[in-house]
């Protein structure tokens, strides 16, 4: 649909007030067309976007902009080829920040932080997320009860809110439309939207939308542009008359990552122990079914002189190999999206300590404070700060940070000691493991690969994933459950 311009960058956004010239039906439906267009029925396909030629951050852009730009005295229909040029000038938009970047050469850095900011949290298969926070939802023990905790915040089972996701995501998509009739797929969203208790808690009132935007970003329309979007948390916007999902996909995300802030928000105590209990347990419970796993354990308490310490949270030991995981639940800061260099370096230095807490336990098992199962060869140890998702700051930065942040505390550091940490202790989000381990492969290859390739010990990604080895077990009864549970839903 969209074709090349002559127009390249520009600094304005004034653009987008062209946006009050057409209805808020006709603009919401608009960017609802298009989103499905790119969707599969189980992911954001990018191979279609590509052929679509429009991006998710670009389709989220223009929905936010709608919203805060609409005017209720206006019908005019928005067609096609305005939304065209609309949208090729949301993409050429340059912001400043992007040419005192390219002047002190970090430009390859900052665009690729920000990009991946704005584009990985839609991508992947949405079952997976699902799966990961159906887990954190219902986990509890003897320090915490999430299942508790979620009723009481939402007055719902987190099965409504995966059962209302599931029906809108695939019946929205480009595969439900094509293959099958348009009206049934309008019943079956109308279905899920009679889910009261998860509708009222996901969609939110266009006015309420602009106050609630206004308050984020204190009315930054630079922040507006390239901040987190209203509708990562209430993807359902109205207005008198009717109800809109502008952006389809993003109820995947909203009933995730955006469910788990809304539960913690304000409550240090229950991200605290979420955070301590939850994240690692999940990672132990879906690592130790991977059959390549000789030896697996929860982190070990140990001693130096008087002082107690703890291994990583988890311990996986596959043949020769041992790989030690500790889990942070990290998410990037809003105000990196805001190019704020302070916040920046801030993040910077908490994946660099991160990354030094792992390597320090290598070190103390290599000292023999500790013991495993049996001995390993150094070059064999492997280590991982796991985060819940990635900020996605420039890795070499970081390991700069490490090494400089290694030399105040020790005095010096060996070229051999650089590169052993460089190519064996990493930063990974959970993602990155959840799309091996799901597809029941360990995670072990992707670090013997990178270890191997020095070109690749700064990449952003790490996981290959097959479909060879079949599912996990435990992922694998997920879905035949999830499915029954929509199809039983839709049946009534």
């Not at 949301?90 to 970090?106: C, D, K, V």
């Not at 990290?330 to 030094?356: C, G, H, M, T, V």
């Not at 479909?467 to 459950?481: R, S």
Request: charged share 25%.
């Amino acid at each position: 649909m969209f074709m090349p311009e002559d127009d390249l960058t520009h600094s304005k956004l004034s653009f987008l007030k062209e946006l009050e010239e057409y209805s808020f039906d006709s603009k919401m439906m608009m960017c609802q067309r298009f989103a499905s267009r790119i969707m599969s029925s189980s992911e954001v396909d990018m191979k279609l976007a590509f052929n679509q030629n429009i991006m998710p951050w670009e389709l989220e852009t223009f929905a936010a902009f709608s919203v805060i730009y609409d005017n209720d005295s206006v019908d005019q229909q928005i067609d096609s080829e305005i939304f065209s040029k609309i949208i090729t000038k949301i993409r050429n938009y340059w912001h400043p920040e992007l040419t005192l970047a390219e002047t002190n050469g970090t430009y390859a850095d900052t665009f690729m932080m920000i990009s991946a900011l704005q584009q990985h949290p839609v991508q992947g298969v949405f079952l997976q997320k699902l799966f990961r926070y159906n887990y954190f939802f219902g986990f509890s023990n003897s320090n915490i009860d999430m299942k508790s905790e979620f009723y009481q915040k939402f007055q719902a089972s987190y099965v409504d809110f995966m059962i209302f996701a599931y029906i809108v995501f695939v019946y929205c998509s480009h595969e439900a439309h094509k293959q099958g009739d348009a009206k049934e797929c309008q019943r079956l969203l109308a279905k899920a939207f009679q889910i009261d208790n998860v509708f009222q808690k996901l969609c939110i009132e266009k006015d309420k939308y602009k106050k609630e935007l206004t308050t984020l970003y204190k009315d930054n329309v630079l922040d507006y542009y390239y901040g987190l979007k209203i509708q990562y948390v209430y993807p359902l916007v109205s207005d008198s008359k009717f109800t809109y999902i502008p952006s389809p996909y993003l109820v995947i995300n909203a009933v995730t990552e955006s469910l788990l802030n809304r539960l913690t928000s304000g409550n240090d105590m229950l991200r605290k122990k979420f955070g301590k209990d939850v994240i690692e347990r999940y990672l132990f419970d879906i690592y130790k079914e991977i059959p390549s796993v000789t030896w697996i354990s929860p982190e070990i308490i140990y001693t130096i002189g008087r002082n107690e310490f703890r291994t990583p949270d988890v311990i996986v030991s596959e043949g020769d190999y041992c790989t030690f995981y500790d889990t942070k639940a990290l998410s990037p800061s809003l105000k990196i999206r805001q190019f704020n260099q302070e916040e920046i370096e801030r993040e910077i230095k908490i994946y660099a300590d991160a990354i030094l807490q792992v390597y320090q336990q290598i070190i103390n098992f290599s000292d023999n404070h500790f013991n495993l199962d049996k001995g390993y060869d150094q070059k064999n140890l492997f280590g991982v700060a796991v985060v819940l998702e990635d900020a996605v700051v420039p890795k070499n930065k970081v390991y700069d940070k490490v090494f400089e942040m290694r030399i105040k505390k020790v005095g010096d550091i060996t070229q051999e000691e650089k590169q052993y940490i460089h190519s064996h202790v990493k930063i990974v989000p959970l993602k990155e493991i959840e799309l091996m381990v799901l597809q029941n492969m360990s995670f072990l290859s992707c670090l013997q690969e990178q270890e191997k390739n020095p070109e690749k010990w700064n990449d952003l990604t790490f996981a290959t994933p097959n479909t060879e080895h079949g599912l996990l077990p435990m992922y694998h009864q997920f879905v035949l459950q999830i499915k029954k549970a929509v199809t039983d839903y839709l049946k009534n």
